[in-house]
């Protein structure tokens, strides 16, 4: 071990780790005072590290907002040791790696995972950020229009609007009210006016505040920790020291002038929320008490007596969440947030005076410990069984938290609890009064009552003063009978121990039952050996989808199924026994997940609540304008989502559009809708997988008791074979180019999306387009996103739906969509001959790294079933997929790869089949029409006399002309179950 560059270290042992956490840990504290964290996992398939700096966008300098995320953006684009700009991702790239870094308020981070083989070369390009990095001045001019697109990118978004208004409404002169993403006015067009230089800013921002005793590394490998430590030690402790003080903020960022007021504001979906905050005392060195969980515990509860109970029988609200948030060192958020029905809109102020009186009951208890009892034991159980993560997730999480915990306790701090403090939780529902809070209601209806604007993000808004009268009132609120603490949990797993093992346990799920009603898969667990399990059932529904009408009706009977189980389903969800009920084009999709102790008893309880369902006028009134809303809010998603989905609803079969289904939301009634349902329940088939801690036999009663109870209480019968619909991909002909155009109000960007199809699933192609995608995305970000600088968002992607699949290009732009359609033939045209230049190491670097990611093993038990359940529901059982794959990915060479890409992508290519999405902004002065071209980079030649694309002007008419794609064969087939 480099004993040499530490001067605390901190063994395994002594750091206080989960029982099923099988990896090993050492956290030592280096001579230049960076905090390492290193973890030894022998069976991992990716390594990987995360750099937390204790410096984020609230020190950006006052005069340059944005200056700590274009540094983070900076560090990526040359190093003095890897001066090539690209050198750090594509390593990464043909390692089977990824990478990225976050700029929060007062952090940074940056991350990335590779082969487990290729830790040493990552880790030696990634240390170069805080050795040497370039910060040339071509990178630096066109980097600036990368967070402009950055920033462009997210202001229709409703969320990144309203906490910059928060923000904004408080003190203009402390550090939390700073603009921390920047744009091109901040980085570039102000600085400029003003004689600012600002490559000199960000040197000079990286030399202040890049230092090594305010940053916190976790590195995560499959080698031992001694050669963990010799491997990462020395290159860390060679990050310089500046001895920077890691920032603490006295002052509250609201003053007296700033709380008692009240916002209007006017979002870009159709929204109705009201969120009521405080401003706390950072509770952080609390951590084991944690006396904001056992508020929000409460106050987010949703069982009788909870405020979520009261408000919703009202019909003010469809949920409530409460959260005590992060500020930055030194204050911290307690906040409220409702979401409104349109009758809790007009009533506001009530509900306001039932949240005090809540808060009021609180208060009068004057034991909770049995509460904080029972959080600590549920905290205990997750902990004892806490599922293992992707080693990414892992070690960007932990950076963040060696920041916040003795390093001792940096994987337990945040888990458990170990001390009662009924004081501190006293003096947290102290502060939670109508006296310091601010308050913010959201919703279209205020816009003829606005009066201001937002200068980052231009929310419009109204600012006002809460009257004493009403803030006396609050404070004077008394007691409601109806509020009450929640009972004990019933649904606390008291079992934890193994079934019998299966004798000759097969390797993959199994068929255990197919009748005319049912198919059901069964696998135990032999990996993870958790007290778990997941239950996986797709109800299938010839009546779901046959027009737009039913496909509402299912929906809508899902939401409103959900809400009426909620007061039950809390308390299991807190006990670690969650559901999920959502529709699905052939009918519904239930998942029940977790602790398999109490989980027959949960699944009964929901299929006992789904064939008594009743629909409520009031709830029914309530979801419809929700789930209507929430149709006529598609258009604002952003642009390069809206054009995935227009390829989507082109290549599909049939797929019912949001404005058709919006459009007959009109005829949904109470009565349609209970009409619906015994009908939709009549005729059914269900697929089902029963994967974890489970015996064969209690999977067989499992789905005998979910049969029967359908049976036996809706007289539900199986459907016709000929009703078990899958709906197929549309056949584009060879030599195609259709465009699809499609306008956009809300956002200000273009996108363009270019789906090239590539034929019927196989193994080899499937490895062959897996493998030229790998090879292209890359230089396809390189060049589309860094050189050229066409947008922010610029993906290369392999699409699969019903057995077809093909590649896809897509990018979100301030051009023309037509110019990026162009630019995107020219890297195409271009990478004909980078893939003839292709040398065989490389290209077999990129066939490695995909055997890595097909054999990377999955993590816990819920992905492993997620991983099974996408053969069942795609009706492929191929459950032997990578194996099959990997030995494919050993057999292809780099003139197989050619040949596919001439055959089905290149320029002229027989079977090329081609179909783009443009989204247009509805104001094209939006849109910038220069061709512009950063820096005089050499722009790639667009290919000569490209054919003109077949403009599809009606969805329904492209469908008629085009055929068909058979369905994938099954790779088991079923009609043989095995009892």
């Given at each position: 071990m480099a004993n040499q560059y530490v001067v605390q270290t901190f063994e395994h042992d002594v750091i206080i780790h989960s029982d099923s956490d099988k990896r090993l840990y050492r956290a030592v504290v280096l001579q230049n005072g960076m905090k390492v964290l290193l973890i030894s996992d022998p069976d991992t398939d990716k390594s990987s590290a995360s750099l937390d700096l204790c410096i984020g966008s609230m020190k950006d300098p006052k005069e340059i907002p944005g200056l700590a995320h274009f540094c983070e953006h900076m560090l990526f684009l040359g190093t003095e040791k890897y001066t090539e700009e690209n050198a750090y991702t594509a390593f990464l790239r043909q390692h089977g790696g990824t990478c990225n870094a976050c700029t929060r308020r007062e952090s940074t981070n940056y991350y990335f995972d590779v082969s487990s083989e290729n830790l040493s070369g990552a880790l030696d390009r990634f240390a170069q950020f805080f050795l040497c990095p370039l910060f040339t001045q071509s990178a630096t001019e066109r980097e600036i229009n990368a967070v402009n697109s950055e920033n462009d990118k997210n202001l229709k978004l409703d969320a990144w609007r309203i906490q910059m208004l928060k923000q904004s409404l408080g003190n203009p002169m402390h550090e939390y009210s700073n603009f921390g993403t920047g744009n091109r006015d901040t980085l570039c067009t102000i600085p400029m006016s003003k004689g600012i230089n600002i490559r000199d800013e960000v040197i000079k921002f990286y030399s202040k505040f890049y230092s090594s005793n305010i940053m916190?590394?976790?590195?995560?490998?499959?080698?031992?920790?001694?050669?963990?430590?010799?491997?990462?030690?020395?290159?860390?402790?060679?990050?310089?020291?500046?001895?920077?003080?890691?920032?603490?903020?006295?002052?509250?960022?609201?003053?007296?002038?700033?709380?008692?007021?009240?916002?209007?504001?006017?979002?870009?979906?159709?929204?109705?929320?009201?969120?009521?905050?405080?401003?706390?005392?950072?509770?952080?060195?609390?951590?084991?008490?944690?006396?904001?969980?056992?508020?929000?515990?409460?106050?987010?509860?949703?069982?009788?007596?909870?405020?979520?109970?009261?408000?919703?029988?009202?019909?003010?609200?469809?949920?409530?969440?409460?959260?005590?948030?992060?500020?930055?060192?030194?204050?911290?958020?307690?906040?409220?947030?409702?979401?409104?029905?349109?009758?809790?809109?007009?009533?506001?102020?009530?509900?306001?005076?039932k949240l005090f009186q809540y808060i009021k009951m609180l208060r009068k208890e004057e034991n909770m410990e049995w509460v904080f009892k029972e959080c600590q034991q549920l905290a205990y159980i997750n902990f004892k069984y806490m599922d293992?993560?992707?080693?990414?997730?892992?070690?960007?999480?932990?950076?963040?938290?060696?920041?916040?915990?003795?390093?001792?306790?940096?994987?337990?701090?945040?888990?458990?609890?170990?001390?009662?403090?009924?004081?501190?939780?006293?003096?947290?529902?102290?502060?939670?009064?109508?006296?310091?809070?601010?308050?913010?209601?959201?919703?279209?209806?205020?816009?003829?009552?606005?009066?201001?604007?937002?200068?980052?993000?231009?929310?419009?808004?109204?600012?006002?003063?809460?009257?004493?009268?009403?803030?006396?009132?609050?404070?004077?609120?008394?007691?409601?009978?109806?509020?009450?603490?929640?009972?004990?949990?019933?649904?606390?797993?008291?079992?934890?121990?193994?079934?019998?093992?299966?004798?000759?346990?097969?390797?993959?799920?199994?068929?255990?039952?197919?009748?005319?009603?049912?198919?059901?898969?069964?696998?135990?667990?032999?990996?993870?050996?958790?007290?778990?399990?997941?239950?996986?059932?797709?109800?299938?529904?010839?009546?779901?989808?046959?027009?737009?009408?039913?496909?509402?009706?299912?929906?809508?009977?899902?939401?409103?199924?959900?809400?009426?189980?909620?007061?039950?389903?809390y308390n299991a969800q807190l006990a670690g026994l969650s559901y999920e009920l959502q529709e699905t084009i052939y009918g519904a999709k239930l998942e029940v997940t977790g602790f398999n102790d109490k989980m027959p008893i949960f699944l009964r309880k929901i299929m006992e609540h789904l064939i008594d369902f009743k629909v409520d006028q009031q709830k029914f009134e309530m979801f419809k304008d929700k789930y209507t809303r929430e149709l006529k809010n598609f258009s604002a998603i952003e642009p390069f989502r809206y054009s995935g989905y227009y390829v989507n609803t082109l290549m599909a079969e049939v797929r019912w559009t949001k404005e058709e289904l919006y459009k007959s939301t009109q005829d949904m009634t109470v009565h349609t809708l209970q009409e619906f349902i015994p009908y939709f329940l009549s005729k059914l088939f269900i697929d089902a997988l029963v994967y974890g801690n489970v015996t064969k036999q209690g999977a067989i009663e499992i789905m005998n008791m979910v049969e029967g109870i359908l049976t036996e209480n809706c007289g539900t019968k199986a459907i016709l074979p000929s009703q078990y619909k899958r709906y197929k991909e549309v056949q584009l002909i060879d030599g195609c180019h259709y465009l699809y155009k499609k306008e956009n109000s809300v956002h200000k960007s273009s996108a363009v999306c270019i789906y090239f199809q590539c034929g019927i699933e196989d193994t080899l192609p499937n490895i062959l387009l897996e493998t030229l995608v790998h090879i292209l995305s890359e230089p396809c970000f390189n060049i589309l996103r860094t050189r050229e600088q066409l947008g922010y968002i610029v993906h290369c992607w392999v699409r699969r739906n019903s057995g077809v699949h093909g590649l896809v290009v897509t990018v979100q732009s301030d051009r023309q969509p037509q110019y990026v359609d162009d630019r995107v033939e020219a890297f195409l045209y271009h990478m004909n001959t980078f893939l003839q230049d292709l040398c065989d190491e490389d290209f077999n670097k990129h066939v490695n790294a995909l055997v890595t990611d097909k054999l990377e093993k999955t993590k816990n038990i819920y992905e492993q079933s997620d991983k099974y359940w996408s053969e069942i529901d795609s009706n492929t059982y191929n459950f032997n997929r990578d194996a099959i794959d990997v030995a494919c990915l050993r057999k292809i060479n780099k003139s197989d790869v050619i040949t596919f890409f001439q055959k089905f992508i290149a320029k002229g290519a027989p079977y090329r089949r081609k179909m783009s999405i443009h989204v247009v902004p509805s104001s094209a002065s939006d849109l910038n029409a220069e061709v512009l071209n950063p820096e005089n980079v050499e722009l790639l030649p667009v290919p000569p006399n490209l054919p003109k694309p077949c403009l599809v002007e009606d969805i329904a008419a492209f469908k008629r002309q085009t055929g068909l794609y058979p369905l994938p064969k099954p790779f088991v087939e079923t009609g043989q179950a095995k009892l």
């Amino acid at each position: 071990m480099a004993n040499q560059y530490v001067v605390q270290t901190f063994e395994h042992d002594v750091i206080i780790h989960s029982d099923s956490d099988k990896r090993l840990y050492r956290a030592v504290v280096l001579q230049n005072g960076m905090k390492v964290l290193l973890i030894s996992d022998p069976d991992t398939d990716k390594s990987s590290a995360s750099l937390d700096l204790c410096i984020g966008s609230m020190k950006d300098p006052k005069e340059i907002p944005g200056l700590a995320h274009f540094c983070e953006h900076m560090l990526f684009l040359g190093t003095e040791k890897y001066t090539e700009e690209n050198a750090y991702t594509a390593f990464l790239r043909q390692h089977g790696g990824t990478c990225n870094a976050c700029t929060r308020r007062e952090s940074t981070n940056y991350y990335f995972d590779v082969s487990s083989e290729n830790l040493s070369g990552a880790l030696d390009r990634f240390a170069q950020f805080f050795l040497c990095p370039l910060f040339t001045q071509s990178a630096t001019e066109r980097e600036i229009n990368a967070v402009n697109s950055e920033n462009d990118k997210n202001l229709k978004l409703d969320a990144w609007r309203i906490q910059m208004l928060k923000q904004s409404l408080g003190n203009p002169m402390h550090e939390y009210s700073n603009f921390g993403t920047g744009n091109r006015d901040t980085l570039c067009t102000i600085p400029m006016s003003k004689g600012i230089n600002i490559r000199d800013e960000v040197i000079k921002f990286y030399s202040k505040f890049y230092s090594s005793n305010i940053m916190s590394l976790v590195v995560l490998g499959k080698e031992p920790l001694d050669e963990l430590s010799d491997l990462v030690l020395p290159l860390f402790s060679l990050v310089e020291n500046k001895s920077v003080e890691i920032p603490f903020w006295t002052g509250e960022p609201y003053g007296p002038d700033h709380i008692k007021k009240i916002f209007y504001a006017i979002p870009v979906k159709d929204l109705r929320i009201l969120i009521v905050s405080w401003t706390v005392p950072d509770m952080s060195e609390f951590y084991a008490s944690n006396p904001g969980n056992i508020l929000e515990h409460l106050i987010e509860h949703e069982g009788n007596g909870s405020l979520s109970s009261e408000l919703k029988k009202e019909g003010w609200i469809t949920f409530l969440t409460g959260d005590l948030l992060d500020g930055a060192k030194g204050f911290m958020f307690f906040e409220i947030q409702f979401s409104l029905s349109e009758e809790g809109l007009e009533n506001v102020d009530n509900i306001l005076q039932k949240l005090f009186q809540y808060i009021k009951m609180l208060r009068k208890e004057e034991n909770m410990e049995w509460v904080f009892k029972e959080c600590q034991q549920l905290a205990y159980i997750n902990f004892k069984y806490m599922d293992n993560n992707k080693p990414l997730i892992w070690t960007v999480a932990l950076a963040r938290r060696m920041q916040k915990y003795p390093l001792p306790e940096v994987v337990s701090g945040p888990c458990l609890l170990t001390e009662y403090r009924p004081d501190l939780v006293s003096m947290l529902l102290s502060k939670i009064v109508p006296e310091t809070m601010r308050v913010g209601v959201i919703s279209k209806k205020f816009e003829d009552v606005v009066d201001q604007k937002e200068k980052w993000y231009g929310t419009d808004f109204r600012l006002e003063d809460i009257p004493d009268g009403k803030v006396q009132k609050w404070k004077d609120c008394g007691l409601c009978e109806h509020f009450y603490l929640p009972p004990a949990n019933e649904f606390i797993p008291t079992s934890f121990e193994l079934v019998p093992k299966e004798s000759n346990c097969p390797q993959a799920p199994e068929l255990i039952k197919d009748d005319k009603m049912a198919r059901l898969w069964f696998k135990q667990d032999e990996t993870f050996l958790q007290p778990k399990a997941c239950l996986s059932f797709a109800i299938s529904s010839p009546l779901s989808y046959t027009d737009p009408l039913n496909f509402n009706h299912t929906c809508l009977f899902v939401n409103l199924l959900n809400d009426s189980l909620t007061e039950y389903a809390y308390n299991a969800q807190l006990a670690g026994l969650s559901y999920e009920l959502q529709e699905t084009i052939y009918g519904a999709k239930l998942e029940v997940t977790g602790f398999n102790d109490k989980m027959p008893i949960f699944l009964r309880k929901i299929m006992e609540h789904l064939i008594d369902f009743k629909v409520d006028q009031q709830k029914f009134e309530m979801f419809k304008d929700k789930y209507t809303r929430e149709l006529k809010n598609f258009s604002a998603i952003e642009p390069f989502r809206y054009s995935g989905y227009y390829v989507n609803t082109l290549m599909a079969e049939v797929r019912w559009t949001k404005e058709e289904l919006y459009k007959s939301t009109q005829d949904m009634t109470v009565h349609t809708l209970q009409e619906f349902i015994p009908y939709f329940l009549s005729k059914l088939f269900i697929d089902a997988l029963v994967y974890g801690n489970v015996t064969k036999q209690g999977a067989i009663e499992i789905m005998n008791m979910v049969e029967g109870i359908l049976t036996e209480n809706c007289g539900t019968k199986a459907i016709l074979p000929s009703q078990y619909k899958r709906y197929k991909e549309v056949q584009l002909i060879d030599g195609c180019h259709y465009l699809y155009k499609k306008e956009n109000s809300v956002h200000k960007s273009s996108a363009v999306c270019i789906y090239f199809q590539c034929g019927i699933e196989d193994t080899l192609p499937n490895i062959l387009l897996e493998t030229l995608v790998h090879i292209l995305s890359e230089p396809c970000f390189n060049i589309l996103r860094t050189r050229e600088q066409l947008g922010y968002i610029v993906h290369c992607w392999v699409r699969r739906n019903s057995g077809v699949h093909g590649l896809v290009v897509t990018v979100q732009s301030d051009r023309q969509p037509q110019y990026v359609d162009d630019r995107v033939e020219a890297f195409l045209y271009h990478m004909n001959t980078f893939l003839q230049d292709l040398c065989d190491e490389d290209f077999n670097k990129h066939v490695n790294a995909l055997v890595t990611d097909k054999l990377e093993k999955t993590k816990n038990i819920y992905e492993q079933s997620d991983k099974y359940w996408s053969e069942i529901d795609s009706n492929t059982y191929n459950f032997n997929r990578d194996a099959i794959d990997v030995a494919c990915l050993r057999k292809i060479n780099k003139s197989d790869v050619i040949t596919f890409f001439q055959k089905f992508i290149a320029k002229g290519a027989p079977y090329r089949r081609k179909m783009s999405i443009h989204v247009v902004p509805s104001s094209a002065s939006d849109l910038n029409a220069e061709v512009l071209n950063p820096e005089n980079v050499e722009l790639l030649p667009v290919p000569p006399n490209l054919p003109k694309p077949c403009l599809v002007e009606d969805i329904a008419a492209f469908k008629r002309q085009t055929g068909l794609y058979p369905l994938p064969k099954p790779f088991v087939e079923t009609g043989q179950a095995k009892l």
